[in-house]
C-alpha cells in the first residue's frame, strides 16, 4: 500500500544518518541531514574494536546475539540469518529508541543484498530503497513495527573485503485508542469513535487553509465498518457527502469536517482527514516563533485569520528587517473581549512601551507584541517580532 511505503521512508530517513560514527537518529517528525552506512573507516573502528568477534559456522545467530534481540526487539526471531564469516554486534540508543547495530565481514557473494532482501521478503518483510540503504519493514503486532536498514560496505576491492551493514529496531506507530486527547488538543471538539482493532495518526498545520489537519488510518474491526461509521457521525448531527470511495461529513454545530476513505476494503482499512472549517487560536505558531505561548483568545462566534505581513517595503523595519512577519486576525470580538485580553497580557510578563507596543524578555532576548483594536469592525490584530 501507498501509505506504507512512504511510512517506512519516512522512518528510514530519521534513522539514517552520517556523522563521525555509525548512529541513528531514530525521533519525531523532525528534519533531519540525510545519511548513509558509506563511512568504512568510522565503522570498522567503532564495532571491530568495540565488540566481540566471532565465527559463523552455523546457520543461526548464536545464542548471545539472539539474547540481544529478544531484550532489544522483544523477539530473537524477528532478524532474519545471513551467513558470513564473522560479526560484530553492539547496541545503540539514540533518542530514546534502542537498535542492534551489526556488522558482518567475509562476505563471498558480491550478489549478499540481493540475497538477503529475498530472505527477508520470505520472512514477511516488505524491502525498499528511499535512499542509499535498504529498509526493510514488518508489522510485529496491533501497535508495533520492526525495521531492518542495510547496505553493502565496499572496500579492498574483492567480495571478501566488504562488510554488510544491519541496524535493527522496533518502533511503535498504530495506538489501540481514539485519538479523543488529541482531537481536543487541536480543535476542543472530539468526533464519534471510529470502532478498530488499532489506529496511526499524524498531523500538520496547512497554513494556505489556516487549519490544523489530522489524518488516520484505521484498520476497523467490524464488517462494514466504513459504511458503519455514517451511522455514527449522522447520529451526532453531521450530514454525509457519499461520492463513492469517500464521504465527507459536515455538520452546523461543530466546527470538524471529516473526509472519510474506503483506503483497501480487502484490509479493513480506511483513511480518515479532519479539517477545521475555523481557526482556533494558534498559541502553538506563537511558540515556535518567540519559544513561549502568549495567552489565547477562545469566544463564541469569533473568526480567525493567520497569515505573513509583507516587510518588504520597510513598514517595519524600526522593529525587524524580517520580510515577513506572522499575524493573527481575530474577528467578531467586542471591546470588553480586547479590554480582558490586554489585562492578561500584562499579567503574562508584557510591558507597555511608549511606543504603544508591549515587550517582554524571553530566554534573554526581548520581544516586542502589536496589539492593535479595531471598534468599527470588531477585530484585533495581534503579531509578535522577535
Known sequence: MKKRIMFFALVFLLLSSCNSNITSDVSSIIDKPPITTSDVTSI?????????????????????????????????SLVPYIKADYYTFDVKQDQGIDFVDILLSGIHTETIIEDYTEILESNGYYVSQP???????????????????????EQ???????????MAYRV?????????????????????????????????????NVTYVLTCYAYYTEENGYELYKDSLTNSGFDILDSG??????????????????????????????????????????????????????????EYDYFFFDNNEG??????????????????????YYLDYLNRLIENGWKEDTDGTYKKTINDKEHTLFLVYSETYESMAIFVIK
Request: charged content about 20%; aromatic content about 14%.
Open 44 to 76: 570498522s573502528n567503532s564495532l571491530l574494536d568495540s565488540s566481540v568477534e566471532s565465527s559463523v559456522e552455523t546457520n543461526d545467530w548464536n545464542t548471545e546475539i539472539k539474547n540481544v534481540f529478544k531484550t532489544v526487539l522483544e523477539d530473537e
Open 156 to 166: 579492498n576491492g574483492t567480495s571478501s573485503g566488504n562488510f554488510l551493514h544491519l
Open 315 to 336: 513598514l517595519l523595519n524600526d522593529y525587524t528587517l524580517e520580510p515577513y512577519v506572522p499575524v493573527l486576525y481575530i474577528y467578531n470580538v467586542g471591546s470588553e
Open 172 to 208: 511503535q506507530e498504530r495506538t489501540t485508542i481514539w485519538p479523543d486527547d488529541l482531537l481536543y488538543t487541536m480543535y476542543f471538539e472530539t468526533l464519534p469513535k471510529f470502532p478498530a482493532k488499532s489506529y496511526e495518526m499524524s498531523y500538520y498545520f496547512d497554513s494556505t
Open 245 to 302: 470511495d469517500y464521504y465527507k461529513a459536515t455538520s452546523e454545530t461543530s466546527n470538524l469536517d471529516v473526509m472519510v476513505y474506503d483506503y483497501d476494503s480487502l484490509n479493513n482499512l480506511v483513511y480518515l482527514k479532519v479539517t477545521c472549517n475555523r481557526l482556533h487560536f494558534p498559541g502553538f505558531m506563537f511558540k515556535l516563533l518567540i519559544e513561549e505561548e502568549i495567552p489565547t483568545i477562545e469566544v463564541s462566534g469569533c
Open 131 to 153: 535512499s542509499l540503504d535498504y529498509l526493510a519493514s514488518k508489522e510485529v503486532d496491533v501497535e508495533d513495527n520492526c525495521y531492518i536498514q542495510f547496505n553493502l560496505i
